[in-house]
């Protein structure tokens, strides 16, 4: 199967390297021990004596990019590299973006409206075809009013916060005049209550979290019609285990603390803030744990920021030892204890760093996974499928896509394969 044309015999190639690594997945690194997996595989050694600069190097592109280039790293763990560089390496789509225009861009940040006009460039097919466009998790209704006024067609935004549909509707009434049909909105949850689609629907979720996109699949699916998901946040799920969909996935119930593994893809510079900013963040946070472990809390690793924003990490240990004490009723941390567990987490934070990057590499094989699971699921109902990233990595990391239709004829063509693919 060396050029697999469909969503299930890629899924099936790719099923093929994640299956004797689901112990890795499995495994989080929470603290400065080895975990099992990386002693049974003797990694242990390589990956502690990466210097600050080889570190740096394989956080910001991914151990698989790194690694290629380093002969003196474990044999098996280069070849797991090279399976997962190739697995991940998803095709652009052969497209143009859709020009958009005021005024329904109103108060659309700049990295949104680029999502928006490549998604918006690759659904024109399927658009011009449908009798009505619902876009499914429409959160402030851009991708709605953009729609409707894009392809003068109905378009529906399902959103279940009432006040993101108070604000999309606001938005859409501003924009009216240059809309044309209307740009509708209703406050559902989709997952809680269901999904109506018709079979001449182009059903489209941008962003669409964890289990709403699935939600949109099982529902799109069942009727045939058109559909366009770009995933994000899969962990997002209200029970503790996702199941798959397509029976190519069958056993592969992922629980939610893997699936949060998905956002952590890494990349040159943070999307959100800097990487520096970012690792010294989540130094505070782990000193922050081991502090509240030493004075008895019996916290789980992510535990220690609960009920705090994560944004006051950035302010430093003191700043969050003292919100987080004073939420537990315990008396503050003193000058001694913040700099004994400040200098501990120096290192053991650099270790925990090293001996994640095999399962950060990860990170994008389990999404890919996700995103081909839903694909074949499609394929399973009679619709051909598009698999592929949507945008660059630097306007958002989540840009795995996947297209449907039961004519081939309205998908998006994939194009050259992405040389960096994580
Ligand atoms: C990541 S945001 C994306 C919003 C918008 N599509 C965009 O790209 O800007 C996901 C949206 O889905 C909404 N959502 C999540 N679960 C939902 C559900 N079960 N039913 C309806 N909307 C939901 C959230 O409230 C949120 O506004």
């Not at 803030?273 to 963040?281: D, G, K, N, P």
Request: aromatic fraction near 4%.
């Amino acid at each position: 199967m060396s050029n697999p044309a469909t969503a299930r015999e890629r899924l099936a190639l790719t099923l093929a390297t994640l299956n004797p690594v689901r112990d890795i997945v499995a495994q989080r690194v929470d603290a400065a021990r080895p975990p099992d997996w990386c002693v049974r595989r003797g990694w242990v050694e390589f990956l502690v004596s990466l210097s600050e600069d080889r570190l740096r190097q394989a956080e910001a592109h991914g151990l698989g990019h790194y690694l290629t280039d380093l002969r003196d790293a474990p044999a098996d763990l280069r070849a797991l590299c090279d399976a997962v560089n190739e697995l991940t390496a998803l095709p652009r789509l052969n497209i143009e973006p859709f020009a958009l225009s005021e005024p329904a861009l109103r108060s659309v940040p700049q990295r949104k409206r680029e999502q928006l006009s490549w998604l918006l460039g690759a659904v024109g097919p399927m658009a011009e075809r449908a009798a009505r466009i619902v876009d499914i998790g429409a959160g402030a209704g851009a991708l709605t009013r953009l729609a409707a006024q894009g392809f003068q067609r109905d378009a529906l935004g399902i959103e279940r916060n009432p006040a993101q549909v108070a604000a999309a509707r606001a938005r859409a009434r501003e924009a009216e005049p240059s809309l044309g049909p209307a740009a509708r909105f209703v406050t559902h949850d989709a997952c809680r209550d269901g999904l109506e689609l018709g079979p001449n629907d182009l059903a489209i979720g941008l962003h669409a979290c964890g289990e709403l996109g699935d939600q949109l699949v099982r529902t799109a699916a069942a009727i045939g019609c058109d559909a366009a998901l770009i995933s994000c946040c899969l962990q997002k799920i209200s029970g503790s285990l996702r199941q798959p969909l397509s029976e190519a996935f069958a056993g592969f119930g992922f629980p939610r603390g893997i699936l949060g593994l998905t956002n952590q893809t890494a990349q040159p510079v943070g999307v959100e803030a800097s990487i520096e900013q970012m690792l010294a963040a989540r130094k505070v946070r782990y000193a922050l744990f081991r502090m509240l472990r030493a004075r008895g809390e019996e916290i789980a690793p992510g535990a220690e920021m609960r009920g705090i924003n994560r944004r006051r990490a950035n302010a430093g240990l003191r700043e969050v030892a003292d919100a987080a004490l004073k939420l537990r009723g315990l008396a503050e941390a003193t000058e001694a204890e913040l700099s004994t567990h400040e200098r501990a987490a120096e290192v053991e934070f650099g270790q925990m760093r090293r001996l994640t990057l095999p399962r950060s590499m990860l990170a994008r094989l389990v999404e890919v996974c996700i995103t081909l699971d839903r694909a074949a699921y499609f394929e399973e109902h009679g619709l051909f499928t598009t698999v592929a990233t949507l945008f660059e990595r630097r306007v958002t990391p989540r840009n795995l896509c996947v297209f449907a239709s039961r004519d081939r004829a309205r998908l998006p063509e994939p194009e050259l394969a992405e040389r960096r693919p994580q």
